[in-house]
C-alpha cells in the first residue's frame, strides 16, 4: 500500500482517515514544508493530524525535509518556519556539531510524538564530492543520536545521482554499514510535471538500490507513485502517492516562494489511472476513450471511477495497491519478467489508445524509460 505524501491541502487528514480505512494506505508522511505544528485556521495542528490518523490505525512519519533546502529557488517557508529545527541559520550543516544539533531537534519531534526515527539528510547531484561526504556525516551522527533505537535513513537525489553506476553502488555500501531498520529512496526533479521526465539509467540505479538495501531493511520510495512501481518489483514495502502532483513527484518547483502564500493546492489532479496502461489519461482522452471503445476502456481501467478529487484518488491508490498486490506472490525474478511483459503490453494498448483518443502523452512517456531501466536491472542481475 502506498504512504500519503504531505499536501498544502487541509483535507489530508481525513483524506488518510478513509484510505487507511478502505485499505489503500498505510498512512502519511508529513512534512513541515506542508504542515504546521501548530493551528493555523486553514490547517489543524500536527498534533491533531497525528492524533487523527494514528486512531483510524495509520502510520505517521515525519520527514524533515531537510534536502529540499538545497533546491533551487526553494522559498516557500509559510509553514517550516513555524518548526524548531535549527540552532544556527536554516539550512547550515557545515560543522558536525550544527549537524548534530539539527538531528537531535528532528529526533526530538519524532519522539515527542511517538513516531519512527527518520534522519534529514540533503540533495545529491552525484556520487562524489563534499556533499556525499556530508550525507555519510549526517548518517554517522544519526546513528550515534538514536542511541541503539531503530530509525531510518533517507537518501535523496537527481536523476544524475541515480545514474550513478558502480560509484553509486559503493556509496550504497558505505551507508549500509550503518545499519538503518528502513529506507526512504526519492529522486528529486527539475519539474513538476506528470509523468516525471524519467531516465532508465536513473531507473536501473534506483532498482539496484533498492534490492540491495532491502536485503536487510525496509525499503520505501519518496514520491514513488507509478514511477516507482519498478522498485516494488525488487522488494520495495511501499511507494509514495498523493491526489496533487507534488505528492507523485518530488519537485523543485512545488518548494519555490509563492506569490500567495496563502493560496491553497490550486486545481485538483483527477485523471483517471489505467491499470493496464501504467498511467493517466486526461479526462477528456478518457470520455473519447469510453464513447469510441467503451469495451477497452473497462478493461484497461479495471473498477470504475467515480467523479469527485477523492474518488479520483482512491481509485488511484487502489490500482496502486492491487499492482502491488498482483506482484507479491511471486520470486524477485519473476516480479522482474512478469513487470517487463505488463509494460510492453501497455506500450502495445497505448497505440490504440492513442489513435482513439489523439492524447498527447502516451506509453513512451509513461512506461519506455521505466522498461528500459527494467531490463538493464534484470540484465544486470543475470536474470
Known amino acids: 500500500m502506498i504512504l500519503i505524501q504531505d499536501s498544502v491541502r487541509n483535507n489530508l487528514p481525513k483524506w488518510t482517515e478513509n484510505a487507511v480505512k478502505g485499505g489503500y494506505a498505510r498512512g502519511a508522511v508529513l512534512s513541515p514544508f506542508s504542515s504546521p505544528i501548530a493551528n493555523t485556521g486553514y490547517k489543524i495542528s500536527f498534533d491533531a493530524v497525528v492524533s487523527r490518523i494514528k486512531k483510524a490505525g495509520g502510520e505517521v512519519w515525519f520527514d524533515p525535509t531537510t534536502h529540499a533546502l538545497q533546491m533551487p529557488g526553494v522559498g516557500d517557508f509559510r509553514y517550516y518556519g513555524l518548526w524548531d529545527l535549527w540552532d544556527g541559520a536554516r539550512g547550515d550543516l557545515s560543522t558536525l556539531d550544527l549537524c548534530r544539533s539539527h538531528i537531535r531537534k528532528v529526533f526530538a519531534i519524532q519522539r515527542q510524538y511517538k513516531l519512527p526515527l527518520l534522519a534529514p539528510t540533503i540533495l545529491m547531484h552525484g556520487v562524489q564530492g563534499p556533499t556525499v561526504d556530508q550525507v555519510i556525516d549526517l548518517a554517522r551522527v544519526a ?14 537525489g537527481d536523476s544524475h545521482f541515480w545514474s550513478g553506476g558502480s560509484e553509486l553502488d559503493a556509496l550504497i555500501g558505505a551507508l549500509d ?40 531493511a525496509e525499503v520505501v520510495i519518496g514520491h514513488g507513485d507509478l514511477a516507482g512501481i519498478p522498485a516494488l518489483a525488487v522488494n520495495a514495502r511501499s511507494i509514495g502517492s498523493g491526489w496533487d502532483v507534488r505528492q ?3 519537485a523543485y518547483p512545488d518548494y519555490a516562494e509563492r506569490a500567495d502564500p496563502d493560496s491553497g493546492g490550486g486545481s485538483w489532479y483527477q485523471r483517471p489511472t489505467l491499470k493496464l496502461l501504467y498511467g493517466n489519461l486526461q479526462g477528456g482522452d478518457y470520455a473519447t476513450l469510453r464513447a469510441q471503445d467503451v469495451s477497452r476502456a473497462n478493461r484497461l481501467t479495471i473498477g470504475s471511477v467515480a467523479k469527485g478529487p477523492e474518488n479520483a484518488f482512491s481509485h488511484h ?37 492513442v489513435r482513439i483518443t489523439g492524447a ?24
Open 143 to 156: 546513528r550515534e543520536e538514536a542511541a541503539g533505537a531503530p530509525f531510518w535513513l533517507p537518501m535523496v
Open 177 to 216: 554499514q550503518f545499519a538503518p531498520a528502513g529506507w526512504i529512496l526519492s529522486v528529486a526533479r527539475p519539474q513538476s510535471v506528470v509523468p516525471p521526465l524519467v531516465e532508465a539509467s536513473e531507473v536501473s540505479g534506483l532498482l539496484r538500490t533498492t534490492y540491495a538495501l532491502s536485503m536487510n
Open 248 to 250: 507523485r513527484v518530488l
Open 317 to 353: 491508490a487502489r490500482v496502486l495497491r492491487d499492482i502491488q498486490n498482483d506482484l507479491a506472490p511471486l520470486t524477485t525474478p519473476e516480479r522482474v519478467a512478469t513487470l517487463i511483459q505488463n509494460y510492453e503490453n501497455a506500450l502495445s494498448e497505448w497505440d490504440h489508445v
Open 360 to 383: 498527447a502523452v502516451g506509453g513512451k512517456e509513461w512506461v519506455s524509460e521505466l522498461l528500459a531501466g527494467l531490463k538493464q536491472f534484470q540484465a544486470q542481475e543475470g536474470w
